[in-house]
């Protein structure tokens, strides 16, 4: 009996629940179904961004974007740095989240540092990241001037390969948000397997790679999804670091869209490319949750 008004009642407050929602999920679909609408219909059209004397030009703005290089190097670029940030979290973000959570000295600090790139706006710092580029009066190269190796100064902007790594150490830094994911999903934990295996023996790096690491299972596909479709809309981080320089070859697939609407008429072309991109991000995120009901 009291089983029966229990599941009652838990029916009557999500139904409560979803009344309230139902006005924000209105309005937030409808303007979802109006911008994708929009854009389907400008993709088709060659427009400038006064969007007047627009001409009809079929599915050529997504043959153009399907065969031009450069869209196909920012594809790849986006899943290559994504495959860099995925790889710098659930290597360096999952030992310093466990380093921070075990008390070891100096947390706090590494806790502040990591964490800076997400209490400020990701365009200022990455701002500030580009202006330590510089060739002449950048940081990086002041600091070997310094210390005596200037074998060591690089155009970092001006190589694709110096460009990349570039990318790659602002990445890696970035990891501040699947720090917080592992910090906070640790405390689940079972803390008496833990203590049982210390009793056992087992040092702390057998803990953190054969019982933390498989522990935090969820967490790990939670840090790989967000991170890897946080990848396409890190726009303010490539275009304020980089630029996407050299010749665009570390621009990925946001800054390739900005680069692109900037043409004369060429709206109609990046909405092109948006559409492929979005379809692109849907399919991983797609393949994502079959991979993870298989896994249940």
Not at 38 to 66: E, H, K, P, Y
Not at 177 to 187: A, K, N
Not at 196 to 216: C, E, K, N, V
């Given at each position: 009996m009291g089983s029966g008004v229990e599941a009652r009642k838990g029916r009557s407050d999500g139904l409560v629940a979803l009344l309230f929602l139902i006005p924000l999920l209105f309005f937030y679909g409808l303007y979802y179904l109006y911008a994708f609408g929009f854009l389907a219909q400008v993709s088709r059209q060659r427009v400038s961004l006064t969007f007047v004397n627009a001409v009809n030009v079929g599915w050529d703005n997504f043959r153009l974007v399907a065969t031009d290089p450069l869209f196909r190097r920012s594809v790849l670029n986006t899943l290559l740095f994504a495959g860099i940030s995925i790889c710098a979290a659930l290597t360096v973000g999952f030992?310093?989240?466990?380093?921070?959570?075990?008390?070891?000295?100096g947390r706090k600090l590494l806790y502040g540092i990591f964490l800076l790139p997400?209490?400020?706006?990701?365009?200022?710092?990455?701002t500030v990241f580009g202006q330590m580029l510089e060739t002449k009066d950048g940081a990086f190269n002041s600091l070997f001037r310094a210390?005596?190796?200037?074998?060591?100064?690089?155009?970092?902007?001006?190589?694709?390969?110096?460009?990349?790594a570039?990318?790659?150490?602002l990445l890696v830094y970035l990891i501040g948000l699947p720090i917080m994911y592992y910090t906070s999903d640790v405390t689940s934990i079972n803390l008496s397997l833990i203590?049982?295996?210390?009793?056992?023996?087992?040092?702390t790096w057998q803990i953190f790679r054969l019982m933390l690491?498989?522990?935090?299972?969820?967490?790990h596909k939670t840090v790989i999804l967000s991170v890897l479709l946080g990848s396409f809309r890190a726009f303010d981080v490539?275009?304020?670091?980089?630029?996407?320089?050299?010749?665009?070859?570390?621009s990925i697939t946001g800054t390739y869209i900005y680069n692109a609407a900037l043409g004369n008429d060429r709206v109609g072309y990046a909405a092109a490319a948006s559409l492929i991109v979005l379809v692109i991000a849907l399919l991983i995120s797609f393949g994502q949750l079959l991979l993870t009901r298989k896994d249940r």
């Amino acid at each position: 009996m009291g089983s029966g008004v229990e599941a009652r009642k838990g029916r009557s407050d999500g139904l409560v629940a979803l009344l309230f929602l139902i006005p924000l999920l209105f309005f937030y679909g409808l303007y979802y179904l109006y911008a994708f609408g929009f854009l389907a219909q400008v993709s088709r059209q060659r427009v400038s961004l006064t969007f007047v004397n627009a001409v009809n030009v079929g599915w050529d703005n997504f043959r153009l974007v399907a065969t031009d290089p450069l869209f196909r190097r920012s594809v790849l670029n986006t899943l290559l740095f994504a495959g860099i940030s995925i790889c710098a979290a659930l290597t360096v973000g999952f030992l310093l989240a466990m380093m921070i959570s075990t008390g070891v000295r100096g947390r706090k600090l590494l806790y502040g540092i990591f964490l800076l790139p997400s209490l400020i706006p990701l365009s200022l710092f990455a701002t500030v990241f580009g202006q330590m580029l510089e060739t002449k009066d950048g940081a990086f190269n002041s600091l070997f001037r310094a210390v005596g190796l200037p074998g060591l100064q690089q155009d970092w902007l001006g190589n694709t390969g110096s460009g990349y790594a570039a990318v790659a150490i602002l990445l890696v830094y970035l990891i501040g948000l699947p720090i917080m994911y592992y910090t906070s999903d640790v405390t689940s934990i079972n803390l008496s397997l833990i203590e049982s295996a210390t009793i056992d023996g087992a040092g702390t790096w057998q803990i953190f790679r054969l019982m933390l690491f498989p522990l935090l299972r969820n967490t790990h596909k939670t840090v790989i999804l967000s991170v890897l479709l946080g990848s396409f809309r890190a726009f303010d981080v490539i275009f304020f670091s980089t630029g996407g320089q050299p010749g665009g070859r570390t621009s990925i697939t946001g800054t390739y869209i900005y680069n692109a609407a900037l043409g004369n008429d060429r709206v109609g072309y990046a909405a092109a490319a948006s559409l492929i991109v979005l379809v692109i991000a849907l399919l991983i995120s797609f393949g994502q949750l079959l991979l993870t009901r298989k896994d249940r």
